[in-house]
């Protein structure tokens, strides 16, 4: 089992920058890809960044550029830095995990955090 608690969340002026936490314990090692994804009210739930065992990263369209997701393994924590940020980006962010591989090949996550809200103000 994996537990995912998330933090860091908070308002922000449009240009500002925030960065979300996102800190796993549990069977850590079984963790394949660590996901972020983000909800707004009335809007799909939509994968911006996702992180792999060996590092490979992978980014949405609509946050290239301005957002980075790492991983620190010695404190079993993956970050995601929101820079840039626009109203836009305005949502409840959640960070997953997944441990199967054929939920990883399927692109899906068996793990998921509470959330952590983020709102930037024009």
């Known amino acids: 089992q994996v537990q995912l608690v998330e933090s860091g969340g908070g308002l922000v002026q449009a240009g500002g920058s925030l960065r979300l936490s996102c800190a796993a314990s549990g069977s850590i090692f079984s963790i394949l890809r660590t996901g972020w994804y983000r909800q707004a009210p009335g809007n799909q739930r939509e994968l911006v960044a996702t992180?792999?065992?060996?590092?490979?990263?992978d980014y949405a369209d609509s946050v290239k550029g301005r957002f980075t997701i790492s991983r620190d393994n010695a404190k079993n924590t993956v970050y995601l830095h929101l820079n840039n940020l626009k109203p836009e980006d305005t949502a409840v962010y959640y960070c997953?995990?997944?441990?199967?591989?054929?939920?990883?090949?399927?692109?899906?996550?068996?793990?998921w955090g509470q959330g952590t809200q983020v709102t930037v103000s024009t």
């Open positions: 992180i792999t065992s060996g590092g490979s990263t």
């Open positions: 997953a995990a997944v441990t199967n591989l054929r939920l990883l090949l399927r692109g899906e996550y068996d793990y």
